[in-house]
């Protein structure tokens, strides 16, 4: 087997476009590849990939492997296994870099398994050992209220990394690097699911996980006017979005959309206003990588 070098990520696209998470992975692989004096790829695979390709080089990637097919234009697990299985056994990274999105969070362990390595989920910091070239991987343990760090011997080492806890790089329209388009033969007698119908979430305003304010309340607020008017009115005249812990959630007092925390959505925007939230571990899991936390409570 080819030795393992490198650093491959797994890019997503949104509506043709890079999405936000697939540039900040560019960022920590182009770090990475830059201590161990290798190369960054990149893999995008939809039915059809378009000038997404020189985006990635742009934004630091040196290869970008293409894989455009019309059972790709829609995420199947069984599809896109296939693609990403494929390629990391022809390329042979050192390690493969996701989002904790969900579809990386439904692709990375199902990658793991086949591969038979190891598998880190929800990474808030990667970097190289200097002596053994092995990938040091911190992720928050015991529901957020400690940082661990792991590494794994097993090549190549596969890591799924929260939104917002890296940086892109800066966008370098002059850089160059190598598309390369690959084909890869999907079964689909291997795919297990269909897709009945795709439903978009409507989203009016700031999108939560990319609002650079967040007001957030929680079962303190009392019911569901507040969301509506006191801390709407805050989150507008700060250019934000309202979030909620929980017991709001379920309650039915906010869409299920807006739930923050552990088993809701990860943010980490410039300032987090917690309303009314009692700051169980759960929730702080999801919001303690914004950058100023005000909490307002009685």
């Not at 697939?22 to 190369?39: A, F, I, P, Q």
């Not at 190289?128 to 190549?156: C, H, W």
């Not at 959630?249 to 309303?275: F, Q, R, S």
């Amino acid at each position: 087997m080819a030795e393992n070098k490198g650093v491959l990520v797994y890019g997503e696209l949104s509506n043709g476009k890079l999405a936000a998470i697939t540039t900040e992975l560019l960022g920590c692989g182009r770090k990475l590849v830059d201590d161990l004096k290798e190369e960054l790829s990149c893999l995008l695979a939809s039915d059809t990939v378009g000038e997404a390709s020189k985006e990635a080089i742009a934004f630091g990637a040196d290869k970008v492997y293409i894989v455009e097919d019309a059972s790709l234009k829609q995420y199947q697990a069984d599809c896109h296994m296939q693609v990403v299985e494929k390629l990391v056994k022809d390329v042979s990274p050192r390690a493969v870099l996701m989002g904790q999105t969900a579809i990386g969070r439904d692709l990375a362990p199902r990658l793991a398994f086949r591969l038979e390595v190891g598998l880190a989920t929800d990474c808030l910091d990667l970097s190289i050992d200097p002596e053994t070239k092995l990938l040091m991987q911190t992720r928050p343990v015991y529901g957020g209220n400690a940082q661990a760090t792991f590494a794994s011997e097993l090549m190549p080492q596969v890591v799924t990394i929260r939104a917002k806890a890296m940086s892109p790089i800066e966008r370098d329209e002059s850089r160059k690097g190598e598309v390369i388009p690959t084909k890869v033969e999907i079964d689909m007698s291997k795919v297990r699911t269909t897709i009945v119908e795709a439903v978009k979430e409507e989203v009016v305003g700031v999108k939560l996980e990319d609002a650079p304010v967040i007001v957030s309340g929680g079962r303190g607020m009392g019911g569901p006017e507040p969301f509506q008017t006191t801390l709407k009115e805050l989150a507008d005249l700060l250019h934000g979005a309202v979030g909620a812990t929980r017991p709001p959630a379920d309650n039915g007092w906010v869409p299920e959309a807006l739930h923050i925390g552990l088993t809701g959505k990860i943010v980490a925007p410039d300032i987090y206003i917690a309303v009314a939230i009692s700051g169980a571990s759960q929730h702080v899991a999801g919001c303690s990588g914004s950058k100023n936390i005000i909490a307002i409570n009685k």
